[in-house]
């Protein structure tokens, strides 16, 4: 599977499916050359008893994905890495909220785990960006995650967790982003040379499944521990609520993933991810 297209190798499959067979995640992988979205593949999966949980989707191309809030998240062929994994009951943490940090935290210690020298870079934006830079100010976007939740009669049967990851990109082949959002950036501009995706990849299903044998508590640390957003001013934007905007500096995050924001007036705001937005003022 040494197949390149415009120079850019695909994801060596065989190399996967061994590294991966006796693994909780990544055992089982439905692997496309194009598609619109890997999370429309992986939700038709999941209702099927016969998949098994930490089945993965992957893509080297993705025409129409979705990020969150419905934003487009394209990505040219073999550039970037491009995952939905499902999890079912066996996999689902209890308090589902877990699910965004456990994305987050994998995705980092994966990058970090194979290129070590953007540890100190590595850093995440509430709720749901992968960053690499100092600061919050200064940091662009290498990836994101979207997490998506099938339920029977108030019981979640299965989640959809859905990365992408700009690895081999060059600036040219970035997305345009809107003003209000971070600037992209990939990990070959990064660091200045050619990342594998098949090792990244690989790398990703182990962290999480160590990740599943972590205690929720420590996982919320880490993931807390990563958040650029704290300590930082913040305007948010509420989505259900015409332009209403608020202004304030993030103090926190709870355990369930909300934001805690206190305004110019001292009064402290409990933020749901699915409700706002939140860039630098």
């Known amino acids: 599977m040494n ?6 190798p695909i994801l060596n499959i065989t190399r996967i499916a061994v590294a991966l067979k006796d693994a909780v995640i990544g ?6 050359a ?6 429309q593949i992986a939700h038709r999966l999941a209702v099927e008893p016969s998949t098994r949980s930490g089945t993965l989707v992957v893509a080297e191309e993705q025409t129409a994905g979705i990020g969150r809030m419905q934003r487009r998240w394209e990505a ?19 308090n589902l909220a877990q699910l965004p940090m456990m994305a987050g935290v994998a995705t980092v210690r994966a990058i970090a785990a194979e290129l070590p020298e953007l540890t100190d870079q590595l850093g995440l934006k509430w709720p749901n960006d992968i960053m690499l830079g100092e600061d919050l100010a200064h940091a662009k976007k290498v990836g994101g995650v979207l997490i998506e939740t099938s339920y029977v009669r108030k019981q979640a049967q299965y989640a959809i967790i859905g990365i992408g990851v700009n690895v081999n990109q060059s600036s040219d082949a970035l997305p345009e982003v809107p003003p209000e959002a971070p600037p992209p950036t990939s990990l070959r501009l990064a660091i200045g040379r050619m990342v594998d995706r098949t090792s990244l990849l690989i790398a990703l299903c182990r962290a999480w499944e160590d990740l599943i044998a972590t205690s929720t508590h420590d996982v ?7 958040l650029l957003t704290l300590g930082q001013p913040v305007t948010v934007l509420f989505h259900k609520d015409g332009h ?14 909300a934001l805690v924001v206190v305004d110019e007036g001292g009064r402290s705001h409990l933020l749901d991810a699915g409700d706002v937005t939140t860039r630098l003022p």
């Open 3 to 8: 197949a390149s297209t415009n120079h850019h």
């Open 27 to 32: 055992h089982t992988i439905d692997y496309h």
């Open 34 to 39: 194009s598609v619109p979205s890997t999370m």
């Open 76 to 94: 040219p062929m073999a550039q970037a890495l491009l995952v939905s994994l499902i999890l079912k009951s066996d996999h689902l943490p209890t």
């Open 220 to 226: 919320y640390q880490e993931w807390r521990n990563l």
């Open 244 to 257: 209403r905007q608020l202004h304030g500096v993030a103090v926190d995050v709870t355990a369930d993933g």
